[in-house]
Structures are given as C-alpha cells and as structure tokens.
C-alpha cells in the first residue's frame, strides 16, 4: 500500500515507538513493580492483576471504548460507542490528530488508558479478589475512563472546547485514578492488621527494576503527547527526567534528615511522585500555548 500524501513517517514513528514505551511501563514494568513491592504472598497475584488489565482494556479499547473516548458525539462529555475503530478503512485513514493513519492513535491512546486501570491496581494489592477485579476493569474503563478521555482530550468535548489544558494525563490518568484507588480501597476496606503491622517487599532489586521501567518508559508518556516529533515532544522529555531526578533526591534528602537514613522505597516514591508531577504540563511553554491558542480559534 503506497503512503497517503497527508501521512508524515517520522511522526509515525515517533509516535509508535512512544506508545511502545508507555505499553512497557505496565508491562513488564508495573507487573514487575507490583509483584516484588508486596509480601511474597501476594507477589503473583498482584503482578496478574496488572498483566490482566493490560489484556482486557486492549480488547475494550478496540471494540468500543476508543470510538467513546474520541469518537462521534453523544452528549458533550461522552462519545457514542461503534465498533469503527475495528474497520481497516477507518484505521488507514488519517486520524483526529496527527499525521498518521488512525491506527496509530488508537494504539498510542490504548496504552494510557491501561496503564490508568494499573494505576488503579495499585490500591488494591493485597485486598482485593481476582475474579472481582476482572469485572472492574472493563466497568471502570467504560463508565469512567471514557467520559474524562472525550470531555478532556476530544476536539468534541465540553472541557476541550472551554480551552482545559491537560498535557499528558494529569486530569484524564493520574487525578482519576487516584480518585478511583482512593474510593475502590475505601469500599474495599483495610487489610488484615497483622498485614498493616508490617509490610516488606519481597525483592527490592527487582522493585528497582520494575521502577527504572517505569520512569524510561515515561518518555513515550509525556513524549508522544504532542502528536508530532517537534519541538514540544523534546522540552517535554527533558522536563520530565529533570524533575524526576529532583523529586528523587528531595525525598532521599528527607528520609535523611527525618529518619536519620536513605531509603530505597523512599526514592521510588519521590521517583513516581516527580513523574506525576510534571506530565500535567511538561511540553506546555510559552510559545506553545500561543500556537494551541491559535489553532483553536481556527476550529
């Protein structure tokens, strides 16, 4: 098949390979991350329901709920669910952003919404059953991921039209998941007091590991989420791995003057903690907000 003049390859690329490293912070990267973080116990379940909610968004995604994150208009903050982004003549055609087939989009927009419901996870190791969390996962995507997804990030939704800016996630990813893990353990409940007593990790070399994926496969989060490989995908990246280093070093700085020692738990934690900080606006600057402005007027 011939390239279609409007598609630019190495946008393509980028795009592709940014998607990739987002996917391989959930896995192996998060599976990693949570099965080594927890006691040896819940090792291999902690690590299968995040390897689970990979699978079963990617089918979700595909079947109905990219077309109700970005697709046709049903109420001003939700898309109407179709069964197009299963078409190969909607796939090969240009997408809503970009210049790249939509193809493209769906997968690189795929792996935001998965490693959303992993980030959920993360409030549940250790607390919740398997069975009950194969049917959150397809829930929570459809009912909640969507509406923030198409209010947020489609040209059609509400937000979007009022000029809400969210960069790579901030709004759609990281405050709804942390809303969601924040309720789901509520509802869910403590674990057993002889767990809370105490709570070591069973591997911490491999809880590095998995954290070390997560933080390089962040450059695919924050960027690819200029849709180009332009100038704001590359001021996105280095913002990203400055503040990360920073966070990191403030929070081991802490743990050593409030408990007298480096922790290596601790500088994960400020690790993810400068990652989510950042992506609300880590490609946003000046220059860039002139030329959205602009844009935006022009639709």
């Known amino acids: 098949?011939?390239?279609?003049?409007?598609?630019?390859?190495?946008?393509?690329?980028?795009?592709?390979?940014?998607?990739?490293?987002?996917?391989?912070?959930?896995?192996?990267g998060l599976v990693i991350l949570y099965g080594s973080i927890v006691k040896k116990k819940w090792a291999v379940n902690s690590a299968f329901m995040a390897l689970y909610a990979?699978?079963?968004?990617?089918?979700?995604?595909?079947?109905?709920?990219?077309?109700?994150?970005?697709?046709?208009?049903?109420?001003?903050?939700?898309?109407?669910?179709?069964?197009?982004?299963?078409?190969?003549?909607?796939?090969?055609?240009?997408?809503?952003?970009?210049?790249?087939?939509?193809a493209t989009l769906v997968y690189f927009q795929f792996v935001f919404a998965a490693i959303t419901l992993i980030l959920i996870a993360g409030a549940l190791l250790g607390r919740m059953n398997f069975k009950a969390w194969m049917i959150f996962v397809p829930l929570w995507l459809t009912f909640s991921y969507t509406i923030g997804a198409f209010s947020v990030w489609s040209p059609k939704g509400f937000l979007f039209k009022a000029g809400v800016m969210d960069f790579a996630g901030g709004f759609v990813i990281h405050l709804s998941s942390g809303v969601a893990g924040f309720t789901a353990a509520y509802w869910v409940g403590p674990r057993m007091a002889k767990d809370r007593e105490r709570f070591p990790p069973n591997n911490i070399l491999l809880t590095l590991a998995g954290?070390?994926?997560?933080?390089?496969?962040?450059?695919?989060?924050?960027?690819?989420?200029?849709?180009?490989?332009?100038?704001?995908?590359?001021?996105?990246?280095?913002?990203?791995?400055?503040?990360?280093?920073?966070?990191?070093?403030?929070?081991?700085?802490?743990?050593?003057?409030?408990?007298?020692?480096?922790?290596?738990?601790?500088?994960?934690?400020?690790?993810?903690t400068g990652l989510v900080c950042i992506t609300p606006a880590a490609g946003i600057h000046p220059s860039s907000i002139i030329l959205d402005l602009m844009l935006y007027d022009q639709v």
């Open 1 to 28: 098949m011939s390239a279609p003049e409007w598609l630019n390859s190495g946008d393509n690329s980028w795009q592709l390979a940014a998607a990739t490293l987002v996917g391989v912070q959930s896995v192996p």
């Open 54 to 102: 990979f699978a079963a968004v990617l089918i979700c995604w595909s079947g109905w709920a990219f077309r109700m994150a970005f697709g046709d208009l049903m109420v001003p903050f939700w898309g109407r669910p179709d069964l197009s982004s299963l078409d190969s003549k909607y796939l090969v055609a240009q997408g809503f952003a970009g210049l790249y087939p939509a």
């Open 211 to 272: 954290a070390g994926l997560l933080w390089m496969g962040w450059t695919g989060f924050n960027g690819g989420a200029p849709y180009a490989a332009n100038l704001d995908a590359s001021i996105a990246i280095i913002n990203t791995h400055v503040c990360t280093a920073a966070s990191l070093l403030v929070w081991l700085c802490l743990d050593m003057f409030f408990f007298g020692k480096p922790s290596v738990i601790g500088a994960v934690q400020g690790m993810i």
